[in-house]
């Protein structure tokens, strides 16, 4: 059984990568170099400070949030212990996500004694919530009309079908899940309790569309904030999909579809938008890369490094939210 959850989430990877290397074959071929390096140069000089004060108020905003749904639902932990782990477990994520998460079920378990099985039932349902709040955020930009990928309708269509059969599974608990350790957390929680959970991710969403609009109009792409408001939690919602390596790839794909004829300047619109969107990830993987160095030195996230042979049978695609 072990084997063939190691192989699945084996070939899982490379059809992530092979995804993701057709993403970034198809942008580039069609970009050149010159390009790429005269829209960095031409970026507005406050675009860097811009984008990290927004990748600063990202991690605070998850680390909030995962503190609240821990309390409610897993264990009460101080809040400054949440954001140490948190920060550390950015750089385990930007190795293998699935690490990443496995070590916040170890932290857990190590310090309040928590089944394993009870935290990785809670990491799923904070997984859970994040896409259902751009689930939300995405319905609602669909109803607003406007140009969007032919095949987003019928997947949200679908998502909001398998949402309605989960709401109806934790309204009526039924005792053959319910006594699964699993599904104990996110059967226990209640409908209201994903609201709660939900409401306490917010912030983070809302700073993660500030952190797109910020590389976006820092390097030129002059989109209303209306237009930015109904389309971004459609990027955001492509790319947590897990298809890609961390949405790379599907995001640069996207957000060229969506806001090239909002470039301004003589440079190639599709450079500046890929430029810009990748230089925001560059960005904010340094700095979570820092991050997690300091993070991983200090008393309470002693240890974390260790749970990555025990995470790697796990394996959750996803980009980091």
Not at 171 to 192: E, Y
Request: aromatic share 10%.
């Amino acid at each position: 059984m072990l084997k063939r959850a190691v192989m699945r989430a084996r070939l899982g990877r490379i059809a992530a990568w092979l995804v993701t290397a057709f993403a970034l074959y198809s942008v580039f071929s069609k970009i050149h170099f010159s390009d790429v390096w005269s829209s960095i140069q031409h970026a507005k000089p406050w675009t860097l400070p811009a984008v990290l004060l927004c990748v600063a108020f990202l991690y605070l905003a998850d680390s909030f949030a995962m503190w609240k749904t821990f309390r409610w639902f897993l264990a009460d932990l101080p809040f400054r212990d949440v954001v140490i782990v948190r920060g550390a477990t950015y750089l385990l994520a930007a190795i293998n996500y699935s690490v990443g998460q496995g070590a916040i079920v170890y932290f857990v378990n190590r310090v309040r004694g928590v089944p394993v099985m009870r935290g990785v039932a809670t990491v799923l349902l904070i997984m859970g919530t994040n896409l259902l709040v751009l689930l939300v955020l995405v319905t609602a930009g669909l109803g607003l009309g406007g140009e969007r990928p032919a095949a987003l309708a019928p997947v949200v269509g679908i998502a909001w079908a398998g949402l309605a059969v989960y709401a109806i599974v934790v309204a009526i608990k039924p005792r053959w899940l319910a006594s699964r350790p699993l599904f104990d957390v996110l059967l226990s929680a209640g409908v209201v309790g994903h609201l709660k959970a939900m409401l306490v991710r917010l912030p983070h969403i809302a700073g993660l569309m500030a952190f797109n609009l910020a590389a976006l109009w820092g390097f030129g792409v002059e989109v209303p904030l209306g237009v930015a408001l109904s389309t971004i939690p459609v990027v955001m919602f492509i790319a947590v999909l897990p298809i890609s390596v961390q949405g790379l790839g599907t995001t640069q794909v996207v957000m060229i579809g969506f806001f090239k004829s909002y470039v301004t300047g003589g440079v190639s619109p599709d450079a500046v938008i890929a430029s810009a969107s990748l230089a925001a990830q560059v960005v904010a993987l340094s700095f979570q890369v820092v991050l997690g160095v300091l993070c991983l030195r200090t008393r309470v996230a002693r240890g974390l490094g260790d749970v990555v042979k025990d995470a790697q049978p796990v394996e959750v695609q996803a980009s980091p939210l």
